[in-house]
């Protein structure tokens, strides 16, 4: 029996030709019917029209899959959707190059009065000298969100020779210094940028992010322009701050309400709108559909797909052979977070060489998404947490060595100037190895690692400060190295060593170093 897909919004003809060959395929004719024709759907596919609300979800008894041939999902209840365990996917690449270009475009009209001059030509005004522009040459773009989008459109402005800076709190400096971009707080941003578009998704943080207090910073000749999603900025205080001349202008292709007739912004001659058509072009309309499309048929087969948004998912074979690795893997993304006193640009992660390729990602993966849920509060997954760390700048090595001990699951992970080795076996988590000392103990919650001087009485000091201060040991091990006068202690505590007693603790004569993590 062939699974049921229901087209909720308008789809190229190949991606409906696709469908058929793998699915029974039925679109929706009348909007009003969603309800009555998602009951016995198994598939349900989006554009940004069609609304996913719980009360419709209360309706789709055999829904698996949300499909947002687009970008953005807040059409989508994707708390509800989650909740019922249906899985939410959509097409993050496909609509990029089209927003940036559609960016730039309504920057170049901004800049040069093309629409009031087209209008007023039409009208039989010959009015020259009235519109004079200005050149995009050496002005200063503002970007607020250096994502997919952000970054597309800061590669095209560097070609009209501005000069670039972004806001961007996810983003790294070495992610931002190889496109040419300055990281700067929104502040900074706002008072400095002759143009400013933003390219954030709208999220409970990022609603109303753009107020009157905000464009109060811009300059009086600046302009704003925003492609990303209606709601990130405050429209009547952006109508306010327009009608009194306060900036120079700005261009909207989204809106609060779309369509946004009653908006008092359409009456403005400072402002250029265009109908929430960024991602509007042949060639990201079928991109979107084809990537759906694709990873639909991936999903039914029983294969994870590419760009899910609500849950991880991998294949039954691979979460089998991985399920004692992959939280291992995650743990040592926690370890490497609450050791590491600044964000880390480089992480290479080696295992045993009999590993197969596609595991070796999986476990990469599953470290990074351990590291980086310490740092992004909210969405990170073992399937978007590469995309994640690469956006954040991070450079990422993988590679297969002879690693095995005694017959573990090993993993070999350097990060800043650190490597470390951990294996299990079944449900039993060690640390093999720390910067070169030699270890076999259990990698538990709470690890206190100490760089001791090797002589007498040192061990003691040690233990003897944790037990003054109500530190209880469960495991104790000391490795050195040949030719070194240092050790390495890692200790095992019931207790959590806080942050001022670890300070303590570094104070003591000859104690070299000091570090403790809570996994």
Known sequence: MKFKVLIADPIENDCIKKLK??????????????????????????RSATKITKEILEEAKNLKIIARAGVGVDNIDLNEATRRGILVINAPDASSVSVAEHTIGLMIALARNLIHANNSLKEKRWEKKKLKGIELRGKTLGIIGLGRIGSQVAKRAKAFDMKVIAYDPFVSENYARKLGVKLVDLKTLLKESDFVSIHVPLTDKTRNMITKRELLLMKKTSFLINCARGGIVNERDLYEILKEKRIAGAALDVFEKEPPFDSPLLELDNVIVTPHIGGNTVEAQKSACMIVCEDIERILNGRPPRNSVNFPTIDKEILERLKYVIPLAEKV??????????????????????????????????ILKGYLSNIISTGVNILNARVLALNRGMEIIEGRKELRFNGMHTILVRFMEHELIVGCHYEEQRILGFDGYSFNMPFEKNILIVKIEDRPGMIGKVTTFLGNNNINIAYLQVSRKKKIDEQMMIIITDQEVSRSLLEDLKKISGIKHARFSRL
Request: glycine share 2%.
């Open 21 to 46: 060959t793998f699915a029974e395929v039925k679109t929706l004719s009348d909007k009003n019917k969603l309800k009555e024709e998602i009951r016995d759907a198994d598939v349900v596919i989006v």
């Open 333 to 366: 993304g926690v370890f490497i977070h609450r050791i590491t006193d600044a964000e880390i640009k480089k992480i290479e992660v080696f295992v045993n060489e009999d590993v197969e390729e596609e595991d070796l990602k999986i476990i990469t993966n599953a």
